[in-house]
């Protein structure tokens, strides 16, 4: 019998394709785009891939069909699930009581950072020798999977997103995780196609700060009014803070674009990290990430030469290649302030050089629009920005652009994007493209250009 995953190609129903093959399950999935770095690996693990909600992907042995938050009424598939009296369940649901139950789980919250300080994390409590499992939305490169069962008892972390679980559950994903460990990385106003505004989100970060336990942890980024006011909501579990200049756990950056910091602990230096990753969001990452290793036993004289060896995930300005002096990276832009950061480590790291942004607004609250009046300050470090506005965006984005005094341009399609690159860019530049979906491959492709200009 097999279990099916509706929407297996987004990062959080992967991870649990994965996890529920490790588990001895069959497993199949359908989904309306397939990329990678996602679909690669499932074909990886053997998982049947479908491409589309055709009812007949569902076969006649499927017992259990696991549907993701992406899918609603309507979709032919679900519809057949609900016709058919198939079982169906949630991914966060199943994952909680199928894979979390009876084991340690250290759940990263946040608007921000949430996949690389997860993979900070469960790197940590690997090098302690814990043998951690762990979901993550992204490809953590230390370990080249998104997901992993790890030893029996082992912690678990997980990736605890905010956004609903499914169209037959509207709560937050993490309430049901039940951590021991929760971090709070940071808040802000996202997510605008479930959420009226800032304070429906931090309703539901109290959701998950009641279930962390009295003998648990929460960690908690010193710096974010939004989480104070959730903490003033009711607190029953221990804080620690964490943050660049206030906290238990602080940083002292020894390199401007934070490749270089020191890390101290109630006043007391640890010591020193020089690290592949820029940015001083990325420092308050792994502080986040240390506090919580620590808060789950790890020794910090162990924890903290561990992220030495630690390299980025997937897409979190992920570095493609250098073709005749052109460095080019990926990012998994969501949101102006993660824009804004990941922009203003890289200007630290190439000083004067000059740096080219690709930018698609794809995350619902990005095309919707919510975002744009911070989308020309979050683009400040660059410049020059394409920005491919496809068809149907319901907001124009030339006035947008207009704030960055001549340096935007909009493009319509991803072949004008590319073409407007090739003839901007020169040796010496940082390209970065910008975008949480596919981008239609045009990262891979500008590369490929690259080289075939220089040949």
């Known amino acids: ?21 490790e588990l001895g399950e069959r497993v199949a999935g359908s989904d309306a785009g397939v990329y990678p770095p996602m679909s690669e690996q499932l074909r990886a693990l053997g998982i ?42 949630s991914g966060a649901h199943w994952l909680g009581t199928r894979v979390l139950r009876g084991r340690p789980v250290l759940a990263v919250a946040g608007t921000h950072g949430k996949t690389t300080t997860s993979s900070l994390l469960a790197w940590i409590l690997d090098q302690a020798g814990l043998r951690p499992g762990f979901l993550i939305g992204g490809v953590p490169e230390n370990f080249g999977v998104s997901a992993r ?8 972390v997980v990736e605890a997103d905010e956004y609903d679980t499914a169209f037959f559950d509207k709560r937050a994903k993490f309430v049901h995780y039940r951590p021991q460990v929760a971090v709070l ?13 800032l304070a429906a989100i931090e309703r539901q970060f109290h959701h998950l700060v009641r279930t962390v336990p009295g003998r648990g942890r929460l960690v908690v980024n010193a710096g974010e009014p939004a989480l104070e006011r959730v903490l003033a909501m009711g607190c029953w579990t221990p804080v620690t803070r964490f943050g660049l200049h206030a906290g238990d756990w602080q940083a002292r950056l020894l390199a401007a674009d934070g490749s270089r910091f020191a890390v101290l602990h109630a006043g007391r230096e640890l010591g020193t990290v020089d690290w592949p990753l820029l940015g001083c969001h990325n420092v308050l990452n792994a502080l986040a990430a240390l506090a919580a290793a620590v808060a789950a036993g790890v020794d910090p004289e162990v924890a903290l030469p561990a992220l030495a060896t630690f390299r980025a995930p997937k897409r979190r300005l992920e570095r493609l290649a250098e073709v005749h002096g052109v460095a080019v990276y990926d990012d998994f832009a969501h949101h102006p302030t993660a824009i804004a950061t990941t922009l203003a480590g890289l200007r630290a790291r190439v000083g004067g050089g000059r740096i080219l942004v690709a930018l698609e607004p794809r995350s619902n609250s990005m095309r919707m629009g919510v975002h744009a009046a911070q989308l020309a300050p979050s683009l400040a470090a660059a410049d020059r920005v394409l920005m491919l506005a496809r068809p149907g965006l319901p907001w124009d984005p030339a006035p947008v652009l207009f704030g960055l005094a001549g340096r935007g341009r909009v493009v319509e399609c991803a072949d004008a994007l590319l073409a407007g690159l090739l003839r901007m860019v020169r040796d010496g530049d940082t390209v970065v493209f910008m975008s949480n979906g596919g981008f239609d491959a045009v990262q891979r492709r500008f ?3 690259l080289r075939q200009r220089g040949t």
Do not use: K, Q, W
Not at 64 to 77: K, Q
């Open 185 to 197: 990385n940071n808040l802000e106003f996202d997510h605008a196609d479930i959420y009226p505004d």
């Open 149 to 156: 069962l790890g030893a029996p008892g082992a912690p678990f």
């Open 1 to 21: 019998m097999t279990i099916h995953i509706l929407g297996i190609c987004g990062t959080f129903m992967a991870g649990i394709a994965a996890l529920a093959r």
């Open 447 to 449: 590369v490929e250009a």
């Open 48 to 89: 049947p891939l479908h491409e589309g909600y055709d009812p007949r992907h569902v076969g006649a042995d499927t017992r259990l069909v696991l549907i993701g938050n992406a899918l609603s009424r309507g979709n032919p598939a679900v519809e057949h699930v609900l016709d058919a009296g198939l079982d169906y369940d």
